[in-house]
């Protein structure tokens, strides 16, 4: 059950909305983005897996992924479990390069016999997923998106 989603975007880079659906067996998320700029080069992301414990949330699970590199690191599977799961439900992907225009994802959720879902124990949790860009010759990455869902397993 999702309970909650928090995200930000950098207006230099897209818009997007999310918003959590109440469903009656559970809740699904909706995402809607608009990419301004073809990004073929310098894009990150890190997935984090929180869990509740004693009132606060520890981390479980961390995985860095360069999206945009010719070389596979031989990274744990949660990127391309995700990934596949995300594509199941509109045309997001973490798959470069990634080209201006509209993307989605209607009603997404993960079954309760998912291998990602079977592998934590019930309680509270939050997924962080955090989308970062760096310009060619650049030192810094600028900030994509962040997005964070919160969800319990009964």
Do not use: W
Not at 42 to 59: C, F, N, P, Q, R
Not at 117 to 137: A, S
Request: hydrophobic share 35%; net charge negative; charged share 25%.
């Amino acid at each position: 059950m999702i309970t909650k989603v928090d995200y930000v975007s950098n207006a230099d880079y897209l818009t997007m909305q999310v918003r959590v659906n109440n469903e009656t067996e559970g809740s699904t998320v909706d995402v809607d983005g608009n990419l301004f700029l073809d990004v073929s080069q310098g894009v990150s992301v890190a997935i984090d897996l929180d869990s509740k414990m004693d009132g606060e949330y520890m981390t479980m699970i961390g995985t860095t992924k360069e999206l945009c590199s010719a070389e596979d690191t031989g990274m744990d599977p949660v990127v391309p479990l995700l990934n596949d799961e995300l594509q199941k439900f509109g045309n997001l992907s973490f798959n470069c390069p990634f080209q201006k225009g509209y993307y989605r994802v209607r009603r997404f959720r993960m079954s309760d016999d998912h291998m990602l879902v079977k592998m934590v124990p019930p309680g509270e949790y939050i997924v962080k997923m955090d989308l970062q860009h760096q310009q060619p010759n650049a030192t810094d990455k600028n900030p994509v998106f962040k997005l964070s869902f919160y969800f319990e397993i009964s």
